[in-house]
């Protein structure tokens, strides 16, 4: 997760949907910028540090893999590209696994980049724009859908606000399946008869499945950087 913590992190409940033999380590990036990414020059800023410790897990050698749990994806193709172990996202397994179980799917999250465009840069990169029935965007920022920073109050105009505009999707937008957030995915999957998938769940299950398949991403599709450029990655100024 990016710079500043607002703890306690709600995507750190993976373990109980984790397969038995699967160790999750969680690493902070703490020279990333901001507590999260909702735009184009946050993401930009965390894509070295996201890329620099995705590096640094693949060259420890006790990884199978390296999970970037942002739907922006920072520096997550450049670490495809240093990386020799898999490197997966938020938004590239959650859109893929959309994109399986419907035709159209709606995205129910915090007004991350005032807009989308940051959603519609995945989408477009995955061929997926085409299967996107609506982004359906709350009045806050994502650390505003952290239900644990939030009082009780909050936390049910919250789900109520989800709920209404995952409806919506549904009835209006002829979505077949939410995709929702950290906290909102339980109670929309309470409370709807669509699939509904949570960004952490799909990025652990895909890339545990991936792993086990023996499988990593394309080292001709995320070719490995020539040696005079790996130096921008370090913590401290080349001599």
């Known amino acids: 997760m990016p710079g500043e913590p607002y703890t306690p992190f709600p995507h750190r409940n993976l373990e109980a949907y984790a397969d038995p033999d699967t160790e999750i380590i969680y690493r902070e990036v703490p020279d990333a910028i901001g507590p999260h990414v909702e735009?184009?020059?946050e993401r930009d800023l965390c894509a070295i540090p996201y890329?620099?410790?995705a590096y640094e897990a693949d060259q420890e050698g006790d990884f199978d893999a390296v999970m970037i749990g942002c739907f922006a994806e920072p520096g997550m193709r450049a670490a495809r590209e240093l990386c020799d172990i898999l490197v997966m996202s938020a938004a590239c397994a959650t859109l893929h696994v959309a994109s399986m179980l419907s035709n159209k799917f709606s995205i129910v999250k915090g007004n991350l980049g005032h807009g989308g465009t940051l959603f519609m840069d995945n989408l477009k990169r995955y061929g997926l724009e085409s299967k996107l029935a609506s982004l359906r965007m709350?009045?806050?920022p994502p650390t505003g859908m952290n239900e644990r920073l939030l009082s009780k109050e909050n936390l049910k105009k919250m789900h109520e606000t989800a709920l209404e505009e995952a409806k919506a999707a549904i009835?209006?937008?002829g979505a077949e399946l939410i995709i929702g957030y950290s906290g909102t995915y339980s109670y929309l999957k309470e409370h709807l008869e669509v699939p509904v998938l949570s960004p952490g769940i799909c990025t652990l299950k895909m890339t545990e499945a991936i792993v086990r398949?023996?499988?990593?991403?394309s080292k001709i599709a995320f070719a490995k950087p020539r040696p005079p450029h790996t130096y921008y990655l370090s913590r401290k100024p080349p001599t």
Do not use: I, P
């Not at 398949?213 to 991403?217: F, P, S, Y």
């Open 39 to 41: 735009q184009y020059h």
């Open 51 to 53: 890329a620099r410790s």
């Open 138 to 140: 709350l009045d806050c």
């Open 171 to 173: 009835e209006e937008d």
């Open 213 to 217: 398949m023996g499988l990593t991403h």
